[in-house]
C-alpha cells in the first residue's frame, strides 16, 4: 500500500491493508475490494507467473503452495518490490530488469508455505558461475536475459544471481554494468562523442548513458571527456 488503507475480503476471510502494509492474493481467489479511510487508498501491484514460483523450485526444492498470510509488514520486501516497479518504468528490457523483479520474488518466498527439501548445490558452482560471466565477457554490449544467461549457466535464475553475487561480489547486471562503464570511460577519454558511445557500449540511448556514468562514476560523460581531454 503507498497511502490510505483498503479494506478486502478473500474467500471467507475480512482483511484490512494500510499504508506500508503488503498484501497477497494468490491466483483466482476471489476478493473484493473497497477503501477504509475516507482519502481512499493508493497501491502497486506485481503480478507474478505462476511459471517463476516452478522457476524457484528448479533447484531449491518443491515451489511455495500458498501465502503464509494475506496483510503483513516487510519492510525489505517493500523496498525491493518498490526497486522493481521503478525498474520496470525506467530501465530497458534486460539484466536490470530481470533482477529487480527476480530480487523482488525471492523476498516473497519466504512468506510462502512450502515443502521444499533442500538440495545439495554445491556442484559445479564454478563452472556454471565462470559460463555465465565469460557470456557476459563476449556479450557487454548486448542485451542479455536472465533468462538466456541462466540458460547458459545451467542454473536457475533465482540461483544464478545468488550464487555469481557470491562468488564475484557483483550480481550479473552489475557486473555487465561495471565492463559498459569501463569501455565507456576508454572512448570518452578518446574523444568520441557521447551519443555514440552510448550506442557502443549497449546504453539505451545517451541520456541512459549520462544518468548511470553520473550514478557510479560521479560525473557526467561530458564533464569526464572534458577532464581527461
Known amino acids: 500500500m503507498r497511502g490510505g488503507a483498503a479494506r478486502f ?4 476471510t475480512r482483511q484490512r491493508a494500510d499504508a506500508g502494509e503488503l498484501f497477497v492474493l494468490e491466483p483466482e481467489a476471489v ?59 525506467g530501465e530497458p528490457p534486460g539484466l536490470a530488469v530481470d533482477e529487480a523483479v527476480l530480487t523482488a520474488i ?12 533442500p538440495r545439495d548445490r554445491s556442484r559445479g558452482e564454478h563452472a556454471a558461475v565462470r559460463r555465465a560471466r565469460l557470456h557476459l565477457l563476449q556479450r557487454w554490449d548486448q542485451r542479455v536475459s536472465l533468462a538466456e544467461l541462466a540458460g547458459v549457466a545451467g542454473l ?7 550464487r555469481f553475487s557470491a562468488q564475484n561480489g557483483l550480481t550479473p547486471h552489475a557486473f555487465q554494468r561495471d565492463l559498459r562503464i569501463a569501455h565507456a570511460r576508454r572512448l570518452l577519454a578518446a574523444g568520441t562523442p557521447a551519443a555514440e558511445v552510448a550506442a557502443t557500449c549497449g546504453f539505451a540511448d545517451q541520456p541512459h548513458l549520462s544518468r548511470v556514468f553520473k550514478r557510479h562514476v560521479g560525473v557526467t560523460p561530458g564533464a569526464y571527456a572534458r577532464a581527461t581531454a
Open 106 to 117: 525471492a523476498g516473497l518466498i519466504p512468506h510462502l508455505r512450502t515443502t521444499a527439501s
Open 156 to 162: 536457475s535464475r533465482f540461483e544464478l544471481i545468488r
Open 9 to 12: 475480503t478473500v474467500e471467507s
Open 31 to 89: 476478493h473484493t475490494g473497497m477503501a477504509a479511510v475516507p482519502e481512499g487508498w493508493a497501491y502497486q501491484v506485481l503480478y507474478v507467473e505462476p511459471s517463476l514460483l516452478s522457476d524457484w523450485a528448479q533447484h531449491d526444492g518443491s515451489p511455495p503452495r500458498a501465502a503464509r498470510w494475506v496483510v503483513f509488514r516487510d519492510p525489505a520486501l517493500r523496498a525491493a518490490l518498490l526497486r522493481a516497479h521503478a525498474a520496470l518504468a
